[in-house]
Nanobody, 127 residues
Framework: QVQLVESGGGLVQAGGSLRLSCAAS????????KGWFRQAPGKEREFVAA????????FYGDSVKGRFTISRDNANNTVYLQMNSLKVEDTAVYYC????????????????????WGQGTQVTVSS
C-alpha cells in the first residue's frame, strides 16, 4: 500500500514559520508530481502548492504566493513546504498528495487529479 506521511505541523504565532514534510513509502514516488492542499473547518479543500517530478515547475495558490515555498528531495522521497510569514487564515489541516501524471499546468491545482493522499497535519496560527 502506497503511503504519504506528513509531519511538521503545529502551533505557531502569526508571522512565524513552519516547514512541513511529506515522506513517500515507495521509491516510484520520485517520478510523481506532488502537491500540498489545505482544508479549514467548514471550507472546501484549497490548493496551496505543487511541484513537478524534477522540480522544474512549481505552482502556488494566490493566497500563499511569496510566503510559501515547495521543494522536493527525490533521493529521500520527500517533499517539503516551507511556510513563512504565517497568518491566522493559514490555519488548516494540510494534506500532501501525489499524482502519477498531470501534464497540463492547470491540473496541478485540481485535487481530483491526484492519486494518493496523506492523512493530513494540523497547522494552527495564533494571533
Amino acid at each position: 500500500q502506497v503511503q504519504l506521511v506528513e509531519s511538521g505541523g503545529g502551533l505557531v504565532q502569526a508571522g512565524g514559520s513552519l516547514r512541513l514534510s511529506c515522506a513517500a513509502s515507495e521509491r516510484t514516488f520520485s517520478t510523481y508530481a506532488k502537491g500540498w492542499f489545505r482544508q479549514a473547518p467548514g471550507k472546501e479543500r484549497e490548493f496551496v502548492a505543487a511541484i513537478n517530478w524534477n522540480s522544474e515547475r512549481t505552482f502556488y495558490g494566490d493566497s500563499v504566493k511569496g510566503r510559501f515555498t515547495i521543494s522536493r528531495d527525490n533521493a529521500n522521497n520527500t517533499v517539503y513546504l516551507q511556510m513563512n510569514s504565517l497568518k491566522v487564515e493559514d490555519t488548516a489541516v494540510y494534506y500532501c498528495a501525489a499524482a502519477i501524471s498531470l501534464g497540463m499546468n492547470y491540473y496541478y491545482s485540481q485535487p481530483s487529479r491526484y492519486n494518493y493522499w496523506g492523512q493530513g497535519t494540523q497547522v494552527t496560527v495564533s494571533s
